[in-house]
């Protein structure tokens, strides 16, 4: 026994659509000491984060992913042999 046909939806799903978050805007110094501060800041917070990164790698060496841990340093004193 037929019910009646199916009932089509009239309305289509709705897109997800993803908004890209940008962050906050930086405005450049515009005094010479002062983008000049500016550079030193970055160049040394760099350091700093290669630094710890390093550090931590030689605590998990194991992790393979990271540089500087165990593997790095056994293929730093091989080519350090190799090369006397």
């Known amino acids: 026994m037929a019910q009646g046909q199916l009932k089509k ?3 289509p799903a ?3 659509t ?3 978050q940008t962050g906050a805007r930086v405005i450049k110094p515009k005094k010479q000491n002062l983008v000049k501060q500016q550079q030193m800041k970055k160049k040394h917070s760099a350091g700093l984060a290669a630094m710890t990164e390093k550090s931590l790698a030689s605590k998990a060496g ?3 992913m990271l540089r ?3 593997k ?3 293929a730093e004193e ?3 042999k190799k090369g006397k």
């Open 9 to 11: 939806s009239k309305a």
């Open 14 to 16: 709705a897109k997800i």
């Open 18 to 20: 993803q908004r890209k």
């Open 62 to 64: 194991h992790l393979e």
């Open 68 to 70: 500087g841990g165990k």
């Open 72 to 74: 790095d340093k056994k």
């Open 78 to 80: 091989s080519a350090s």
